[in-house]
């Protein structure tokens, strides 16, 4: 017991770095959650301001646009959660096709870069490509239709954002699929083989199944994200006139918020999404161990 | 090593301050903490004098710590010997801190808006502002004067502001610096906002002569040149590649910015995004009758093609470039337009020419313009800031005596040379109708006379404009800056100063309590419903939902509220 003790205390050593890190960016200014339930009036501070329990809650639900904006959160994260999985992972399962590594890593790298650009360059690059003058729009007046306002239709607008993060991340987010891939046993492949599986067989039965638990992990993870739908990108996306679709919480949040400097209804809405997203994470994780025995913690 | 030593003495003085601080006497009368010897009377008088003077300096140097909106932009001056110049440092500082015995040391800079304001923010978030900050707006400043964190101005207004920094705020007709006191009392010194002259609508000049047509003056006139502009193609931009009006996301109600659209929906007597008084009582403009008017000619006009179609999804920087690159010949914006992105265009093809027209007149031939907010912020000094009215002589100081032209110096000269001028801690502050008199300086300056209250700046613009004279008169091409300030001052201005306007004045430009809250979401409602009516997406009709929601949502609750603040 002292031994191993001895042996690990230099990991443990390695390990305050981060909980420091930890307890000041994190649980420190869990403090700040008061705010929530306060008229929060920052010459006052935290201290002195007048509690008003729930009255905050109350009047981001009463609010005439909170259904509109909590759905479009769900649907678009839900979209990016379902595009962020089936994606990388098809991605994935051909890359590991390859067999000439020189293409396999070039490929690879390429599509990882969008992931390292920032949404205000790229917003930019979006915008241009589904302008009226872009290529996607010259297509179309080439087959004699009417150009369409991408970013003004309500009808396009969720499409555009969950297409273009999913153009962003599924490089990076095939890392892991990958990495998961290499750990598979190649006996269970060359045993095939000998059976007379083809490829496509050994895709569905081999490959595939031992992915699960990563993609039931993936998913698991991110489900706790799922009313983060992704503020920078659509705030530099939308415009009054997609509202309808693509307003979610955190550009409500910001648009009230920040500008408006209602701090107390900002931490609110921050903390309500906390919350759920906690639930959710709590839950996929206790479904994750159930289902495939395998979980965070 | 300089620094050093400043910041040494800076620290010895506080610390003696901090002694002398003790036998001070009560507040309200005058600090009068020397450093030693508290029962000499000449020193004595040397306080009260600096503290009741404006532009006498204090007789032992005061520290006055700061927070200042970044007023320039440095990097401007590398390669000349002012490149160390910096927010923190300066020749202004100098000048200034020198003239008054002050020791000016910078707690925070901050780009002007959001991060500034962040910055205050948290400085008062803390319960610890420096000496002197400029606070952006009314709701701050009311804020801080609720926590008790501001000290009272009236008595030093009263002492140190010159006669000609009175003048100044009178020329607003009391407007402005009515807005920087709470119960009768002065605690902001509040920038002024000068009119920026009416809202212009610049049109390619060579475009109308291609096409012969005249300049507009009615909406007819608009519609028919946007129409001609756009079936014609005077740019050779290819069929149906010519935007007719490039037009703001948000279509009106912000005033002073560009590509909006506030002179057609006052033309019907609308005034969208404003507080104003009709028939007697307190009312939102945007949800006004009057509002669907001018929204059932702009949608008109949208279905005609003549307003740009890509209207939602551009940027401000798309804007500017299809104005620059010369897919777009029709644009609103103030004077100051002449610089970006009227220049921008001419830069990229010389032949180019503008021409900005006060359009669409009314039936007595005049524009209607709605006076935008006097005040653009306001110096506040912290409560128990010994020399409060320290912050009034930096006002007499560099708004009065260092514009003068007697003043005109060689330190000064050097400053407003290397643009220091910049860096002061206000913002502004100058008559309403600054913008006319500058132009009539100018004009004078370049007819060869010398205006007496003529500044350094008008001077410096004035040979920029003989620069351009002198230039197209000899057939060449002139620089980019001098045909700017041509077109802004000599054309753009001159209409400030010559066509006359009627004016709408609203009566309310801060918040309220429930407009915390709630002015998020019915501005939200209201710049969906402009976009989505222009670009016909709902029928006109959808306007008087849109304005039941609006009194529903918590209009109502706001505009008695209104009322009530204007009432008082």
Known sequence: ?????????????????????????????????????????????????????????????????????????????????????????????????????????????????????????????????????????????????????????NVWFRPVIILSD?????????????????????????????????????????????????????????????????????????NPLVYETGDIIDTYVYRIGLIDMQYSLATAAGLIKSVIGFVLIMSSNLVSRKLVSRSIF | M?????????????????????????????????TSSAGSSAEDDAWIAAATDPLTPYPETVTVTFGKEAGRNFSALAGTEWENHNDDDNAMYDIIGGFLNIDIQ????????????????????????????????????????????????????????????????????????ESGKIDGKLYGIPATNIFNGQELLWLRKDWLDKLNLEEPETMEDI????????????????????????????????????????????????????????????????VQPEMKEALTVLRDWYAKGLIDPQVAVRTNDDRIAVVA???????????????????????????????????????????????????????VVRKGFEHPEVAVKLVSLQYDYMRRSDYVQSDVEKAYIAGDVACDFLGNCDFNNALVLCY??????????SPEDATAFEYGVAASCQKYVDAIDAGQLPDKTDWSNYYGRMIGTRLAAE??????????????????????????????MLLRIVMNEDPIDSFDSFVEEWYASGGDTITEEVSAEVAK
């Open chain 2, 2 to 34: 300089k620094v050093l030593w400043k910041k040494g003495i800076a620290a010895m003085l506080a610390l003696l301050m901090a002694c002398g601080a003790g036998g001070c006497t009560d507040s309200g009368e005058l600090s009068t903490d020397t």
């Open chain 2, 440 to 449: 009539e300086n100018i004009r004078d300056i370049l007819d060869g006379k």
């Open chain 2, 325 to 379: 690159s010369g897919q777009c010949g029709a644009f609103f914006g103030a004077w100051w337009s002449c610089n970006s992105p009227a220049s921008d265009a001419w830069a990229l093809d010389n032949s180019v020419e503008w021409v900005p027209c006060v359009v669409p007149v009314g039936e007595d031939g005049k524009v209607t313009v709605i006076e935008q907010n006097p005040s653009m912020g306001y110096l």
């Open chain 1, 1 to 153: 017991m002292k031994k191993r003790l001895k042996r690990e205390i230099p990991f443990h050593l390695m390990l305050l770095l981060p909980m420091l890190f930890l307890a000041v960016f994190s649980f420190a200014p869990l403090f700040g959650i008061l705010m929530a339930f306060q008229d929060y009036m920052p010459a006052k501070g935290i201290l002195q301001s007048r509690w008003v329990g729930l009255e905050n809650f109350d009047f981001i639900f009463s609010l005439p646009s909170s259904r509109q904006i909590f759905a479009n959160t769900i649907i678009i994260s839900l979209g990016k959660l379902a595009a962020g999985i089936i994606v990388p992972v098809f991605f994935a399962l051909l890359l590991n096709e390859i067999r000439v590594i020189a293409f396999k890593r070039t490929v690879q790298t390429i599509v990882y870069l969008p992931h390292f650009l920032s949404w205000v360059v790229l917003a930019n690059v979006v915008s241009s490509i589904l302008g009226f003058d872009g290529p996607i729009n010259s297509l179309i007046q080439s087959t004699g239709h009417d150009p369409i306002l991408f970013l003004g239709s």
């Open chain 2, 223 to 286: 519609e028919y040149i946007l129409q001609q502009f756009v079936e014609q193609d005077p740019g050779n931009n290819g069929e149906g590649k010519t935007i007719g009006l490039v037009v703001n996301t948000g279509i009106a109600g912000a005033y002073g910015a560009q590509f909006q659209l506030n002179n057609i929906f006052t033309h019907y007597g609308a005034a969208p995004g404003q507080w104003i008084e009709k028939d007697g009582e307190v009312v939102y403009g945007s």
């Open chain 2, 106 to 177: 910078i707690d925070f800079v901050g780009n002007g808006g959001d991060d500034y304001n962040k910055k205050v923010a948290m400085a008062i978030a803390d319960g610890n502002i420096p000496d002197v900050m400029k606070v952006s707006d009314y709701s701050t400043l009311k804020q801080l004067v609720e926590s008790d964190m501001v000290e009272d101005l009236t008595q030093a207004f009263e002492d140190c502001a010159t006669d000609r920094i009175r003048d100044i705020y009178d020329s607003f007709d009391g407007r402005c610096l």
């Open chain 1, 166 to 238: 999913c153009w962003k991340e599924f490089g990076y987010g095939s890392i892991i699929y990958l990495s998961a891939l290499t750990s598979i046993d190649p006996g269970l492949y060359e045993s095939a083989s000998l059976d007379g599986a083809s490829r496509l067989q050994k895709i569905f039965y081999i490959t595939l199944p031992m992915l699960v638990p990563t993609i039931v992990l993936m998913m698991a993870l991110n489900l706790g994200n799922i009313l983060n739908a992704g503020f920078d990108q659509i705030f530099n996306l939308y």
């Open chain 2, 499 to 528: 066509v006359p306007y009627n004016k709408i004045s609203p009566v309310f430009y801060s918040s309220t309590d429930t407009m915390k809250l709630r002015w998020g979401s019915l501005q939200k409602m209201e710049s969906e």
